[in-house]
């Protein structure tokens, strides 16, 4: 509380005390508005100068507040609010900065060159809602085709196909269509030959075998040296936060788990966190020990794909088959708990599904002697390969500072040396209470980023161990009116129970108004959601803040100079999936 | 007359036999594959899925001869027979058994090894002639690894050739009646080992084709027979480096009387072919400018010190 005071006081001190109003949310989350004009000084300051600094900018976002239902916060009407939500990781506190705009297409200065991370957030808001930074260097669509009319997470932008009419693809359309896919190498900032030397460019993807899916990476290169390495996204973005605007709270649980498809159930407790913080629902120590349970499985399950095909990238054929085998494995458990294998959408507001089966602790306690055996193989097999270390050590290296100034989170941030990691730092869902460490590595290359998945497996079935050990009685639900579906133990009883019953059943919960922000350490680094609730049966604004996409946009930088081949390794190494990139 | 009668007979039983095999070499990698990785590979078509490589013979064959617009026709279709044509033509000086072999050359080292290069304009030519960017990049990555490698495998091969005294294949499996080769010349058995790879560009040596970063490489563009062409020129390319390998270092034909000769040079060639598949079930690949280091930097200096000392020494027992 100290810390957050001398926050305050120090803005006041150092831009005078009308420089931002503060805001109360649910999170207790410190939340500053500020105007425009000051973005710059007093996002500088606090990145900079302010003692300590904020030094990462972990996500930025808008809101299109025009159908607002209700005001929140202390600023009175206005159409878009920028959210900037920093990290400082001395204080180990988030800082939501808010910037409200007026105007039907309202533009404010880009801090693209305050953070480097910021370049495609601004240009993620300017294609999703049309809002202009001026000063950004590269404003261009980074998601939609470039063809695309309308900015889609604008509220009168149609949330459904249905509502768009038919589609019509008239030769004009498709003439115009087409030539947007032509390549010019001018459009994507990149020269066609050097003083000595004409660049070739090599379209790397959106259907290639070494980029896990459809990511396409523009290549300059000289030789086969990557002069430059230019990724563009989007070919896997499916709305995800459109749709959560017109999913019920509940039923938009399904869609998170599609976001870091390797996941699983992870999505659905970074999603559920935050709408529990919304709801006030404090959940049973049982429905905890079981989320953290289930959460680590689909961590190891997510690294053993990652194992796998990062081998598989560098020309081992052999360990993704056997690492897809443990995974197996793993999925016969969480498809004995859960029903569903790589998708289980099994956690609910307030609980989860149902309760653990019976026999589920044999099964468990089956992988958890089973499994250690098979990662010494895989580390003798893979880790300790000559030709691997090769092809990793000294690739794609990275510091801590960069990695903070473009927003890495994860194993990626700890393979170069700091331990940062949201289950210690900032524990959710009752991690405090499990003894686990956090492994690290000093070099930021390739093959660090591996030793400390590696040993985040390890890590991962310690706390399933202690899950087994220590698995709590009680409740798989808490006992909250907004939990779906709720409990329904009382409804015969009395009529006001089985009022509210009936409404959470078919319109489902209606959360109170308010913003929160959940944090998880997810299986790629840190994944959040924000939501916005204007006191409805769904959410207003659905943020999803995933790791994968300040990963991607660093891969310019940590690729020029390397070769073709390397660039499979870093590839390989950062561990992203599309989905997770483009939600 | 009777004479060459015999000799086309030899050459075209010879050819009959030597692409049935490397056809159903693909049927054994694949199963070999799937059973050291815990899966069952082809198990459908026939007993033990023995027919796939029927069933793959038919759809290559009936896969519809496409030849990019954009690419160069001609060479497009001359470059895949090259691979194919030329290891062929090296199996010419194999001796498989006393008796079974097309021609006793004495130069017979030497034309296998120029055979071998000849090969690479293969891929050169049919990644250039594909005029796509990721055949071009597997084409000149595998001139550049193959040539290099070219280099010490000849180097290699010296000290055989001076301890037997000829170029003669079978002057060289006859010299080793007494110890073989890999007694004396374990040095030259890695190198050659090593270089065979590179020149079958199998994996970890699969630069040229790196399906991770190049798709397929140099082959790329290529389906149907064409790019069948290729793939039963690797698996030639692979007996050859086999039986060249057994037979300059293993004693070929040579083994105790209680199985004919020529039993003897197919079981120690297998045992080659399947070093080969594991191999690939269990390395990774190198990157380029690695593989090239190595050859440089380690085995070309190996070879020569190797080369050095067998002369020392042959010299000094005279």
Known sequence: MNIESSLTDNLDSVFGETVFTQQFTVDEMETLWISPENLILILSHLKNTAKPAYKLLYDLCAIDERTHAKTTGSVNAHDFTIVYHLLSFERNKFLRI???????????PSISSLWSNANWYEREVYDMFGIKFHGHPNLRRILMPLTWEGHPLRKEHPARATEMGPFRLWDEKEDREQEALQFKPEDWGLKR????????FLNLGPQHPGTHGVLRIILQLDGEDIVDAIPDIGFHHRGAEKMGERQSWHTYIPYTDRVDYLGGVMNNLAYLLAVEKLAGINVPERVKVIRIMLCEFFRIASHLVWYGTFAQDLGQLSPVFYMFTDREKIFDIVEAICGGRMHPNWFRIGGVAQDLPKGWDTLVADFVAYFPKQLTEYHNMVMRNSIFKARTVGIGIYSVEEAIEWGVTGPGLRACGMDWDFRKKQPYSGYENFDFEIPTAQNGDCFDRAVVRVEEMRQSLKIIDQCLKNMPEGNYKSDHPLTTP?????TMQDIETLITHFLNVSWGPVIPPGEAMSCIEATKGANSYYLTSDGNTSAYRVRIRTPSFPHMQMLP???????VADLLSILGGMDYVLADIDR | MNETLGY????AIMLFTLTTIAAWLIWLERRMLALWQDRYGPNRA??????IVAADTIKLFFKEDWIPPFADKKIFVVAPTIIAATVLMSFVIVPFAPGILVSDMNVGLLFFLAMSSLGVYSIVLGGWASNNKYSLLGALRGASQMISYEVFMGLSLMGVVMLSGSFRLTDIVMAQENYWFIVTQPVAFVIFLIAGIAETHRLPFDIPEAE????????SEYSGMKFGMFFIGEYLGIMLVSSMVVTLFFGGWLGPDFLPPIVWFILKTFVFILLFILLRASLPRPRYDQLMEYGWKILLPLALLNLLITGAVALWIK
């Open chain 2, 46 to 51: 026939g007993p033990f899925g023995l027919l």
């Open chain 1, 557 to 563: 930088y940590i690729s020029k100079g390397y070769t």
């Open chain 1, 98 to 108: 808010k910037v409200a705009l007026q105007g039907e297409y309202p533009s404010l």
């Open chain 1, 193 to 200: 030959r050097s003083e000595d030397a004409d660049f070739m």
């Open chain 1, 486 to 490: 709720p409990l329904k133990k009382n």
């Open chain 2, 212 to 219: 991770s970063e190049l798709v397929a490489g140099f082959h």
């Open chain 2, 8 to 11: 086309v007979l030899l050459i």
